[in-house]
């Protein structure tokens, strides 16, 4: 469906996605997380045309460039704010895009917005004007829906209809791309995991395989904590704080327990924790950048 | 292409200035028909070039603001087939209301001249033509020098997001294109022949063809090089515009 190949994106010459590959398939639901000014928003408009950008990018093997837009005929897509005119009616603003009426009605009712459809779209709170932009860009039947931050201002229970909306065009062969910093909502949804920070793309796995691995931690605590760190430092474990605790993955604890017995390091505790999607995350990040500043 | 025009006409068609206008238009005409002149004033459609380019740089400002104010410029520009289409269908869209306007204006003149002011539309008047024909080619002479006005509008759309800005740098060349072209050509004569081709001089083409005699020493060009060096410019202006737009980071 959607093949990003070595991109790199440039904005006023600075380079902010850095060699991104990546693929969506039809009917997943990717989610593509990372730290504020990570580049999702910019991977998004990349994937549009929208930047300046090397590399390939193809829609249905149909290549995007920054002028040419023609393979995203069937590619919805909500990024940064909903584009609406506040002169024209909620429907209106859909007319501008839709093909199908049928679809469009479809489209109206699913997300329950009936009651003010008709209405001009400059009285829309932010949360209509959201359903509005998710409208537009589930319009046609899109083959790929990229979605920056859907959930901007929706109420818990919008919250819930467009997740399941977004489960039901996955369903139906649709392939979503959607960008949250709200992880638990995300994590109900997505069929797989794009972690980006500082340009590159750091976890691109399928969620359960992510789950499983981010089980495999263990959480540390020696009689001298301070040594310890300075210790794993030098040897180049990765590790990272959690409360009291250091956190180390399980397949180096045996090299962890040997440094600390040769180093004389009495171990308090070394025990299996299975940290939640969110601690995973945060733990993969401090990670990177640690492993980034040290370079 | 035949769907991001239609978007373009949507919208354009749902704001409320694109119908007001004409009223104004027609308000403005009915307001100068007072005026002595009934020959020359019919001629020039009851001044309605004036007002028909303020209209256009009004109207042709919000083109590229609305689509900043709205966040709804990555939207157009990810569903239209390419950029070049974006910036191309809001000039065809506002060259159409443009030619629309000249209609309307032809219309309400002959409305005014049959009630207000008469006067003998195939008596002989400029050039050894016809009234009737002068008109109608002096509104032919209108739609290329408001097609400079609004390639201008568009080059700044695409370099100032404000629409206020817009409108006063527009409205400024409109009302001080003529001075600052007069100080340009009464340079020294070395330079004299290079200014002359400023685009100031361009935007007086209208004007020069219904008082040829009155602008000839400002412009320093007959009728035939402005409407030339206008042609060239909408050219430069609209590439140019085109070359920022498409260059523009959003």
């Keep these: ?295 | 292409m035949k769907k991001s025009l239609y978007r373009e006409f949507y919208k354009f068609g749902h704001k409320k200035l694109t119908w007001f206008a004409p009223l104004l238009l027609l308000v403005f005409m009915i307001l100068i028909s007072d005026y002595p002149s009934n020959r020359l004033l019919a001629m020039m459609t009851y001044d309605s070039p004036d007002a028909i380019m303020i209209i256009l740089v009004i109207v042709g400002s919000t083109m590229f603001s609305m689509e900043f104010q709205n966040n709804a410029i990555l939207t157009l520009l990810y569903k239209s087939p390419r950029t070049l289409s974006v910036y191309l269908d809001k000039f065809i869209t506002i060259f159409i209301y443009n030619l629309i306007l000249h209609g309307l204006a032809i219309i309400f003149t002959f409305a005014l001249a049959a009630t207000i002011n008469p006067v003998s539309w195939f008596a002989a008047y400029q050039y050894h033509q016809p009234l009737i024909v002068n008109m109608f080619l002096a509104t032919g002479v209108d739609i290329l020098t408001t097609t400079l006005i609004i390639s201008v509008v568009f080059l700044i759309s695409t370099l100032i997001n404000s629409n206020a800005v817009v409108v006063t740098v527009g409205l400024a060349v409109m009302f001080f294109g003529e001075a600052i072209s007069s100080d340009l050509t009464r340079g020294s004569s070395a330079l004299t022949s290079l200014a002359k081709w400023n685009p100031f001089n361009m935007t007086m083409l209208t004007h020069q063809y219904v008082n040829y005699a009155g602008y000839y020493d400002t412009t320093l060009l007959s009728n035939a090089q402005l409407a030339t060096g206008a042609l060239a410019y909408i050219l430069v202006f609209f590439a140019c515009g085109y070359l920022i737009f498409r260059k523009k980071r959003f």
């Design chain 1, 1 to 295: 469906m959607l093949k990003v190949s070595h991109i790199n994106t440039f904005i006023n010459r600075k380079k902010i996605i850095k060699d991104v590959s990546f693929q969506v398939n039809s009917g997943s639901i990717v989610g593509l997380i990372g730290p504020n000014g990570a580049g999702k928003t910019t991977i998004m408009k990349t994937i549009l045309g929208l930047t300046k950008f090397t590399g390939n990018i193809s829609v249905e093997d149909k290549t995007v460039t920054e002028n040419n837009h023609a393979a995203l005929t069937r590619v919805g897509a909500l990024i940064e704010h909903p584009a609406i005119y506040p002169f024209l009616t909620g429907l209106e603003n859909l007319k501008l895009y839709s093909l199908d009426e049928a679809d469009m009605n479809n489209i109206v009712s699913m997300l329950k917005m009936d009651a003010y459809i008709n209405t001009k779209s400059k009285g829309y709170s932010m949360g209509m004007k959201q359903k509005l932009g998710i409208a537009i860009a589930l319009l046609n039947k899109p083959q790929l829906v990229i979605l920056d931050e859907p959930m901007n201002g929706l109420d818990i229970e919008a919250t819930i209809l467009i997740r399941k909306i977004i489960k039901q065009y996955a369903a139906q062969g649709s392939a979503f791309l959607i960008s949250s910093h709200v992880l638990g909502e995300l994590q109900k949804v997505m069929t797989n995991v794009l972690l980006i920070t500082e340009g590159k793309i750091i976890v691109d796995e399928p969620i359960d395989e992510f789950n499983r691995v981010s089980r495999q931690q263990y959480h540390l605590l020696t009689e001298d904590m301070p040594t310890t760190e300075k210790l794993f430092a030098e040897n180049q474990i990765p590790v990272t704080k959690s409360d009291d605790y250091l956190v180390i993955p399980r397949k180096l604890s045996d090299q962890v327990q040997e440094l600390l017995y040769s180093h004389h390091i009495r171990l308090v505790e070394l025990s299996p924790q299975g940290l939640n999607f969110e601690q995973t995350v945060v733990s993969l990040l401090q990670q990177q950048r640690r492993q980034s500043h040290e370079k």
